[in-house]
């Protein structure tokens, strides 16, 4: 077991910029691909980013690409999201996940943590 706590989220102005932690504690994060994902108002939840367990691989959805950044330090158990060049759109609850495929679906994520808001606003 793997239990995930996010960290960081807040309220921004557009073109601000955020950074999230995810602090896993119980099994080693370093076993893990990690994920993080988000969820608007009414929307569905969808992929943001994922990192390999090395962290030497990444991918990224084509909204966020240039102005995210995902990384992860495995000697201290977590992980991170840079968040530049905020938009409102960008406002949901983001989410960590872990799991031992690097995909873009949520089922391939095992382990999730609780959500923390972003707000993007002036």
């Known amino acids: 077991q793997v239990q995930l706590v996010e960290s960081g989220g807040g309220l921004v102005q557009p073109g601000g910029s955020l950074r999230l932690s995810c602090a896993a504690s119980?099994?080693?994060?370093?076993?893990?691909?990690m994920g993080w994902f988000r969820q608007a108002p009414g929307k569905e939840r969808e992929f943001v980013a994922a990192?390999?367990?090395?962290?030497?691989?990444?991918q990224y959805a084509d909204s966020v690409k240039g102005r995210f950044t995902i990384s992860r330090n495995n000697v201290e158990n977590t992980g991170y999201l840079q968040m530049n060049s905020l938009q409102p759109e960008d406002t949901a609850v983001y989410y960590c996940?872990?799991?031992?495929?690097?995909?873009?679906?949520?089922?391939?994520?095992?382990?999730w943590g609780q959500g923390t808001q972003v707000s993007v606003s002036s």
């Open positions: 996940a872990a799991g031992d495929f690097m995909l873009r679906t949520q089922r391939s994520y095992n382990y």
């Open positions: 119980g099994r080693t994060l370093s076993n893990y691909v």
């Open positions: 990192i390999s367990r090395s962290g030497t691989v990444t």
